[in-house]
């Protein structure tokens, strides 16, 4: 019987491991035909970038009326303007700047007629005639009625809102940069 253990064990396992290769090697021409039919033009990397800039301000969309709170970064505490846009981004994994300032700097600069959803709107502080960046927030929609943006705003709102790009804004922009 101690003869007949050893053995059995070892066609057991000879058979678990065979019966291992043998399953994926099943599988092989259905990934390959899957991996054949996946998207490979431009369109579908824009419908990509579409789909991930929606979920993006689906995601920020969730944190509306969350107050506004100096230098935070956290949604049970509050955020400050560039504590929120960095989390929403970073929560997709982008890894951008945590102060407004440094998003001058940060994606590819483009121009108000090229607007995306999804693109970061970059402002002076409150005086607009100090020309220095102060204020950040993701384009929310862009439409026949121009572009809103959502942001956490230490103004009348304070806290997380959606704001039309007029009037006081508008006179606050510097710049407008593409992050996804």
């Known amino acids: 019987m101690k003869k007949i253990i050893p053995i059995l064990f070892f066609i057991l396992s ?8 043998i399953i994926p090697a099943q599988y092989q021409e259905m990934v390959k035909k ?9 369109k579908a990397t ?5 789909t991930k800039s929606e979920t993006l301000i689906d995601f920020a969309k969730s944190m509306l009326g969350i107050r506004y709170r100096y230098a935070t970064s956290n949604p049970k505490l ?15 994994g982008f890894k951008v700047p945590r102060s407004s300032r440094e ?14 959803v999804g693109d970061v709107l970059i402002f002076t502080g409150s005086n607009s005639s100090v020309r220095r960046v102060g204020h950040v927030g993701i384009v929310y929609s862009v439409d026949a009625d121009g572009i809103k943006f959502i942001h956490a705003s230490s103004g009348k709102a304070k806290g997380v809102t959606i704001t039309p790009l007029n009037g006081h804004y508008k006179t606050r922009f510097m710049k407008i940069v593409s992050i996804i």
């Open 46 to 50: 824009n419908n990509q970038k579409e």
């Open 14 to 21: 000879a058979t678990a491991v065979k019966a291992q290769t």
């Open 34 to 42: 899957l991996v054949a039919n996946l998207p490979k033009d431009a």
């Open 78 to 92: 509050g955020f400050d303007c560039s504590g929120f846009v960095s989390y929403v981004f970073s929560n997709f």
């Open 103 to 116: 998003f001058s700097g940060a994606g590819k600069e483009t121009n108000l007629e090229n607007a995306k």
